[in-house]
């Protein structure tokens, strides 16, 4: 069992920066893999990144690649997502999500087994 709060949610004007963070508390974090959703209101959750274990791999959703970056402290039990030139479009609940087991689907919501409670995100034009 884990779980997993966000941070760093909050207002930007387009073309800003945020950096969200999650922490992870209960079995070991570095077993975990990790990933980041998003959900806009009347939208499906969508994939942003993930990151493998150790950390050595990393995904991207197409619409973020190039903006955003994941990263992971396993001595922090924390993982990030740096979010640059952020647009209207960005705008979303962003969720921390993790996995018990190695992805094959990283992309998919239903892989993961444990979701955060999620942080807002609102870029204004």
């Known amino acids: 069992q884990v779980q997993l709060v966000e941070s760093g949610g909050g207002l930007v004007q387009a073309g800003g920066s945020l950096r969200l963070s999650c922490a992870a508390s209960?079995?070991?974090?570095?077993?975990?893999?990790m990933g980041w959703f998003r959900q806009a209101p009347g939208k499906e959750r969508e994939f942003v990144a993930a990151i493998s274990r150790s950390g050595g791999r990393t995904w991207y959703a197409d619409s973020v690649k190039g903006r955003c970056t994941i990263s992971r402290d396993n001595a922090k039990n924390t993982v990030y997502l740096q979010m640059n030139d952020l647009k209207p479009e960005d705008t979303a609940v962003y969720y921390c999500?993790?996995?018990?087991?190695?992805?094959?689907?990283?992309?998919?919501?239903?892989?993961?087994?444990?979701w955060g409670q999620g942080t807002q995100v609102t870029v204004s034009s």
């Open positions: 999500a993790a996995a018990d087991r190695q992805l094959m689907l990283v992309v998919t919501p239903s892989r993961y087994d444990y």
């Open positions: 209960g079995r070991t974090f570095s077993s975990y893999f």
